[in-house]
């Protein structure tokens, strides 16, 4: 039975349907996605409203410096990736940084997952043309195929549903790791297993035996593991189809508050980040904690007015600024934006996005980032918040459990002839397994000296 707040929240919900939202599909059959938005309104929420409470209180510890996030995962998951192995793999790899950073600097870890949901991807362009031939856009799995043809190409409703039952069935995998036994920090061995032998996992592995040491002299001492065996692990992703956001947005039962229930901490990305949009409008009524993207285009004022709809109340956790610069401009463009944020009085938490704003075409014609430059954009953000006294939160990364070779670099030097030998990503290139250890690694030293 809903509660006369809850109807008007609903309301509220559907007059934000009226105002403009970007980088939306062009869905060919009205009827056929108004089936698919009231199936999935009947569907049962993937995340609950007190899961998504717990995180805003973790995602306010780290704004406070007294956690830090570490979000990683794919750009854009697809249907047929969503296997147990590389569910599994790209657990094991966020688990493996997270121990990293919190045996390497002292911190607890937020540990979020880019999955369950990353089925939708912006694009610059509404079409692509090969060969003289334009065909609608890839914009993820969640609205049409890769494949180049007339027919993949077409936005299909009927993905919303099936986006829904793959990242249901990733949830359910992802919780049976991290609550079944195979987090317990007592196996940190295990999580090495399966992965290719390199530097970087040797390196993983004197940690994991200082990690043991560690463990066996607490249980000589007499300590209590039980709250080791499970990990605290959230889902998150870009809200940016809002077919697909609505129709999940359920009532709180304890509170009559609307929750987007298709994962923890949902974002809004530099494209759709428009005050007067959708988008904006549709976050700053769910109680989930909101990420919102900036580039180094990000103008101070549209900040400020940006937490004054999004966070009113200057909740800490409620909102999290990713800031995607690029390694060369993040100590000119941070600075401000940190100040003025800071000045204002909200506390909200700064993650650092070293992927999106280091993209570039290579000789041989692939998208990839140089690992180095995803590196100096972390090193440039703590530098800047150290000379400001404010708090560098975390990471947020695409990167997978496979041995891809997508970006440049790391300690085994991938070359520009290296990329076409696993280049598998659909949209962005991610670091691989052992470029992202390699940053763990490296950013465990930077909160260290923080």
């Known amino acids: 039975m809903s509660t006369p707040h809850a109807s008007d929240a609903l309301a509220s919900l559907a007059a934000g349907a009226d105002l403009p939202a970007a980088q939306q599909p062009d869905w060919p059959d009205a009827a056929q996605l108004a089936d698919a938005i009231a199936t999935l309104a009947t569907y049962p929420p993937l995340v609950f409203a007190?899961?998504?409470?717990?995180?805003?209180?973790?995602?306010?510890?780290?704004?406070r410096g007294d956690a830090f996030v570490l979000q990683g995962?794919?750009?854009?998951?697809?249907?047929?990736?969503?296997?147990?192995?590389?569910?599994?793999?790209?657990?094991?790899?966020?688990?493996?940084?997270?121990?990293?950073?919190?045996y390497g600097a002292s911190v607890p870890v937020v540990k979020v997952g880019r999955m369950a949901g990353q089925y939708a991807k912006p694009r610059s362009s509404g079409n692509e043309t090969r060969e003289g031939v334009t065909l609608p856009a890839y914009r993820g799995d969640m609205v049409n195929d890769y494949e180049f043809t007339e027919a993949s190409r077409t936005p299909d409703p009927q993905r919303l549903v099936r986006a829904y039952h793959a990242s249901s069935a990733t949830l359910n995998l992802v919780r049976a790791f991290?609550?079944?036994?195979?987090?317990?920090?007592?196996?940190?061995?295990?999580?090495?297993?399966g992965f290719?032998?390199?530097?970087?996992?040797?390196?993983?592995?004197?940690?994991?035996r200082d990690i043991d040491k560690a463990m066996k002299f607490m249980q000589a001492c007499g300590a209590d593991f039980e709250a080791m065996k499970?990990?605290?692990?959230?889902?998150?992703?870009?809200?940016?189809?809002?077919?697909?956001?609505?129709?999940l947005t359920r009532v709180d039962s304890r509170t009559g508050d609307l929750y987007d229930t298709s994962g923890h901490f949902i974002w809004i990305g530099e494209r759709t980040r428009d005050l007067d949009g959708a988008h904006i409008d549709f976050v700053s009524k769910v109680r989930n904690p909101?990420?919102?993207?900036?580039?180094?285009?990000?103008?101070?004022?549209?900040?400020?007015?940006?937490?004054?709809?999004?966070?009113?109340?200057?909740?800490?956790g409620r909102l999290t600024f990713i800031t995607r610069m690029g390694a060369g401009t993040v100590r000119e463009a941070l600075p401000h934006l940190v100040e003025k944020v800071t000045a204002s009085g909200a506390l909200v938490t700064w993650i650092c996005d070293p992927m999106h704003g280091n993209t570039f075409e290579s000789a041989s014609g692939y998208k990839t980032r140089d690992f180095e430059d995803v590196v100096e954009e972390v090193r440039g953000f703590f530098e800047v918040h150290q000379g400001l006294g404010t708090v560098?939160?975390?990471?947020?990364?695409?990167?997978?459990?496979?041995?891809?070779?997508?970006?440049?670099?790391g300690s085994e030097k991938i070359l520009d002839e290296d990329l076409n030998k696993r280049y598998e990503s659909v949209c962005d290139p991610r670091l691989n397994h052992q470029q992202s250890l390699e940053l763990a690694f490296l950013v465990a030293e930077m909160i260290s000296r923080d």
Not at 198 to 204: D, E, K, L, Q
Not at 234 to 241: K, R
Not at 392 to 409: A, F, M, R, S
Request: proline share 4%.
């Open 50 to 63: 007190g899961e998504c409470d717990v995180l805003r209180s973790r995602m306010a510890a780290a704004a």
């Open 73 to 102: 995962g794919d750009c854009a998951e697809t249907f047929a990736s969503a296997t147990a192995d590389n569910i599994r793999d790209r657990v094991k790899t966020i688990l493996q940084m997270a121990a990293v950073l919190t």
């Open 178 to 193: 991290t609550m079944g036994g195979f987090a317990d920090l007592r196996h940190v061995h295990d999580w090495n297993r």
């Open 196 to 208: 290719v032998a390199n530097a970087a996992n040797s390196r993983y592995e004197r940690l994991a």
């Open 230 to 247: 499970t990990t605290e692990f959230f889902s998150a992703h870009e809200a940016l189809l809002l077919d697909y956001e609505r129709p």
């Open 290 to 316: 909101i990420g919102v993207k900036l580039s180094n285009k990000a103008h101070p004022d549209d900040v400020l007015r940006l937490i004054d709809k999004v966070d009113p109340e200057r909740e800490p």
């Open 392 to 409: 560098p939160g975390g990471i947020h990364v695409e990167l997978t459990g496979n041995d891809v070779t997508e970006c440049l670099g």
